[in-house]
């Protein structure tokens, strides 16, 4: 016999926390963090990138080099959790959270009345119950328990056939004869495979005394949270919402950690659970609140991206990152939600919403359905922003879609003082032209702590617009105004004196943050004028302007047009939808032909790649400035900027260079 | 926080396997020992009847109280490991058993040309495998995997849609680049649902370099011994074929003791497993003796009992013992190999054969049709004869079917000789109407061990034609031959002296052991004449008798009519037909009409519960004679005993009461 030496093993104890993890030594503190679910942030995917994954650790451990502590916090024994590896029982202090793991603001849906529905949910149900009472066999009349289930749905119901599999079937024998024979019959009436309707299939069989409750879930997988709507079939309304980070989040910020995440050993067994567990952790809260029973929730829709559905799934997402950037699936399988483990009836369909292409989710072809651009006559962009800003173009005829990394900056990141909006995020800003004295609004009202990504907007916006810095991001120096002064990193402009913060700190934004917020509205405008460029359409005769996602619902228009994010359209042609991906979802759990119309979106759908674009990196370049190289296009800015007496062609310094694109060549 | 008190866990050491199984106080040592794995005989199910499990333990262990030991072995530590609960760590002698564990017998399977199949495997076969040359993705054609596969398959081989579980998604991904887009695809082609054809399934995608070898297996699930057949699609032939002992048998040796043992905690998991792993171990030898890799077996054809079927399944099986004996389902649902566990390519379909009812299972259904009785017109008997013996009267328009308990006699148990058709078996004998000696051959040649099934039809009828044993079945106690003589348990006939058996011990069959023949034998013979009875049919009438299953086989006809276990019919209506659900499975295997013809077969057949028939217990009770009381009934033997000056109505002793039905009232 070959003896395999054993791994020696090590124990490491979280601070302030106390939890425990034994691992392999040689694993990092990062792993052993997210084996013992100690949340320990980690932005770029423990790839020793970002340096925000520090903890403190004592005890035997081996540092691998790279650049993210001073000497001072080395010398105070902090360490990359991410680039540290265990050789022995170690004791890990974590900070306090730089931003706490709040839930993500709620999302308001639309009642379905007021829903753009061709269906009626309660004439053509997808899931049905029906109350059955059974005649008990006897030894006349020995027919087996499911084809008894079947015959007294035939003569009771017309129900002609019926299917059922083996997780009910292992039941049934038991749940006939503990119900007396008088039972309550769940089937899923609208099952089809290719166009073709199936035979209804059995979800669950129950006491018919039990009543015939019948609920759905609507889930909206982010990158970064997740909101679950808790749907009553027998009224359609969403009865309840609960939202939070994606766990994820702790393999990654943004979609590109996450897929270096997922090649790891084990790496998307673990995203896969942890995004199981955020839905389920939701769902629990849902059940606990309502007192709705797990096997009462009989159908589910997901709409998320295109990343975020393969580790949903489990499938493996590295090939969406290498070039040509390609999906395994688009039109997600047929499941059932035992085979991804959500805590609802283990039968329930799980409807996914289909794909585009890999950046162009599922998210978006719920948005293009529920928007009603699918439905309309008018020309029509559909946006949705975040960390990828995507992009539809088009009417009821035809489609095209494209995407674009817009970086982290919209959600905060990459930006020194940026910070995801929650409570003391600041999210509104206004600056005194006169005196460049600022006035904002919190999320929630708390103390100021940072600023998320519409503050951020606003900021540079109004800092443009009062002529505080020039077309290229930079800084006028010859201002008599305290707020613009030489920073650590370069010139910067104060939002926030230490007195006035949750954390006596100043809130500042620089030069550099600045430019990384151009580069994003860069690639967000550059995406928009490509696609119109790719079928001929002038940006001007654009009809309306959705803005969909979470993000874009806190997005002031005028400032984002000031910034030169959005075109400069008359204000009436934009209109915010809120979480239209959410809606989406919300859509097929309710009406059975809203899933064909998304597949049929899908189909029908151009994908655009921008990377296969020449004029895309044209388009990006001449975005690079405030609010674009050519401010012929933008009329108005024009218009208020003369007003003002501001020189919109003037340049305090060159612009930054394109950020590189998140993607990586195979 | 509530404290559960912690059950204390003890060692039980397994001797002379040195097997150690760690269990908590108050298991018996049984469930010991099937934990460990480790072989102890409880044909009863562990519930303390039939005695055999004795084993010897020492340390600490509480006995529930029973009368199966003798004092002298109380006092040598033997107790029941079924009785026996561990409150410590015991070590457990097992000793060896008295009949060793071998292969049952093998079974030859007809070729592919000699079978009754009206559809042509090659022009429609079940899967079939495509070799595809997939164009490589590109920027300008970034369409997803499963949608490139598609559309070669589409444009390569006219499939125009193709459905994918996830799987086979979660690997798609990597198969195709690693085969560098050139691949073969196997899918099931003959999917259907309720009569529908739902388009081909994918099963395996892998290089094309690799070839395009495809397999499948027909499995014959029984109570007693499982063979599993190796069949390769491209030539029909079965290449292979292995068989072993149901390792259920540890949790009882017939269908009700499983169903009883099936009540327990974790009994039904316990006997799904052990059902799984008898198939998979074969599986294993099949594989490694012919090269065959687990992914290139595509199909999977099981036909068992309908017990056996609810076990493999893990469906409960409790209904079918209460009365009235209820199965959950008949039609097994659709399912593929990875839902089960078993070792071959997990998106294998697994096709059950469908059973009619309780005791009238796939086993049944699979020989209806491969004997050929479903398209028959003459008017025929189908017979297959084991513990339970179930019974098929009917020709191509109509099918009435019934079983019985038959007992174990004819599998040798509750026989004080008997034994398993295993080297050793005395399997045919003469006795030599003036000597009165027996001349007898055993399986394999081997020295006599104890008396098979077949055996003991022979020794029975041999001496009642020699007037040994009267229609009673009573020793005639005035016979000249030391051969009859007083036992310990009555009056017995020494088929085998001591000096030339296997252990040195006498062979001898009681009048205990002969009642339970008579038994067994009248409740086959009352199967059949109520059958036809039911249906106003003459016995005599009956054009063919076909016996199939695998004791069927060794039958002599002649001293089974002779014993009145089969009726008085000219020989050449006799057919035996070897393992006809075997046969059964292998046609469904092959062939997807056959697959609707044993559901069609099913759905016609008329199920007779012999409980609900008044008739079958004035036939059982008539039935307890040799051959009959009606001798009449059997005027062949009539005119044989004429011949031999032997008076068939004479009595030594009266008949043995009728044995009690195993099925139990709910």
Not at 495 to 509: F, L, M, P, T
Not at 593 to 608: F, G, P, Q
Request: charged share 20%.
């Amino acid at each position: 016999m070959t003896k395999t030496r054993q791994t020696p093993r090590a124990t490491v104890t979280f601070r302030p926390h106390g939890t425990v993890a034994h691992v392999p030594a040689g694993a990092t503190i990062l792993d052993a963090a997210t084996d013992a679910g100690v949340q320990v942030e980690a932005p770029c995917g423990g790839q020793g990138r970002c340096g925000r994954c520090k903890v403190r650790a004592e005890g035997p451990v081996v540092l691998r080099p790279h650049a993210h502590l001073t000497p001072a916090e080395a010398d105070a024994g902090f360490v990359l959790a991410c680039q540290t590896l265990v050789d022995g029982d170690v004791t890990v202090t974590v900070p306090a959270p730089r931003e706490r793991r709040e839930q993500p603001r709620g999302h308001a849906i639309a009642q379905p009345e007021a829903l753009p529905l061709t269906c009626d949910w309660r004439q053509d149900p997808a899931v049905r119950t029906f109350e059955v009472d059974i005649e008990p066999p006897s030894l006349l009349d020995n027919t087996n328990d499911f084809d008894r289930l079947r015959r007294a749905l035939a003569q009771q119901h017309g129900i002609k056939e019926v299917r059922a599999e083996l997780p009910i079937l292992r039941r049934l024998g038991h749940d006939l004869r503990a119900a007396s024979w008088k039972v309550n019959v769940t089937l899923e009436m609208r099952d089809w495979v290719y166009g073709t309707y199936l035979p209804p299939r059995l979800i669950r069989v129950y006491p018919s005394a039990f009543g015939q409750r019948s609920m759905g879930v609507a889930v909206d997988l982010g990158t970064t949270s997740v909101v679950v709507y808790l749907v009553d079939f027998s009224t359609a309304q969403v009865v309840d919402t609960a939202g939070a980070y994606n766990k994820q989040i702790s393999c990654g910020d943004d979609v590109i950690s996450r897929i270096i995440y997922a090649k790891r050993d084990g790496g998307l067994g673990r995203l896969q659970r942890l995004a199981v567990e955020t839905i389920n952790e939701l769902l629990a809260e849902l059940q606990e609140r309502n007192r709705v029973e797990l096997y009462e929730i009989h159908e589910v829709a997901v709409a998320g991206n295109t990343t975020m559905t393969h580790l949903l799934l489990g499938l493996d997402p590295r090939y969406l990152r290498q070039e040509p950037y390609i999906p395994t699936v688009s039109v997600p399988p047929k499941l059932v939600a035992g085979e991804l483990g959500l805590r609802v009836n283990a039968l329930a369909r799980v409807h996914g919403m289909p794909a585009i292409g890999s950046y162009v989710g599922g998210d978006i072809t719920a948005g293009v359905v529920s928007s009603g651009l699918y439905a309309t006559d008018k020309l029509t962009v559909f946006i949705d922003i975040g960390t990828n800003g995507e992009m539809v173009l088009g009417n009821r005829d035809w489609l095209v879609a494209c995407a674009c990394s817009a970086g982290p900056a919209f959600e905060g990141g990459g930006v020194g003082c940026g910070m995801r909006a929650t409570a003391g995020a600041v999210e509104d800003v206004w600056v005194d032209s006169r005196t460049l004295e600022p006035t904002f609004r919190t999320v929630d009202g708390a103390a100021p702590r940072g600023i998320c990504g519409s503050g951020l907007i606003d900021l540079v916006a109004e800092l443009f617009m009062t002529g505080v810095i020039d077309k290229g991001g930079r800084f006028n120096r010859g201002l008599a105004t305290p707020r613009v002064r030489e920073g650590v990193s370069g010139h910067e402009y104060v939002a926030v004196w230490g007195d006035e913060s949750a954390d006596g700190c100043d809130i500042a934004v620089s030069e550099n943050d600045i430019n990384n917020l151009l580069r994003a509205k860069a690639a967000v405008y550059a995406g928009v004028s490509t696609l119109c460029r790719s079928v001929g359409v002038d940006l001007a005769d654009v009809e309306q302007f959705l803005i969909g996602g979470a993000f874009g619902e806190y997005i002031d228009v005028e400032k984002a047009i000031h910034m030169g994010l959005l075109p400069d359209l008359p204000p009436q042609r934009f209109k915010f939808l809120g979480n239209t991906s959410a809606l989406g979802a919300y859509m097929a759990l309710l009406c059975v032909n809203v899933r064909h119309e998304v597949l049929d979106v899908a189909a029908k759908m151009t994908y655009l790649e921008l990377s296969a674009d020449n004029t895309f990196m044209d388009e990006y370049t001449s975005a690079l400035f405030l609010p674009h190289t050519d401010i012929e296009a933008f009329p108005s800015v024009a218009e208020l900027l003369r007003a003002a007496g501001i020189d919109a062609a003037a340049a305090h310094h060159a612009p930054g260079r394109p950020g590189g694109t998140v993607k990586e060549d195979a």
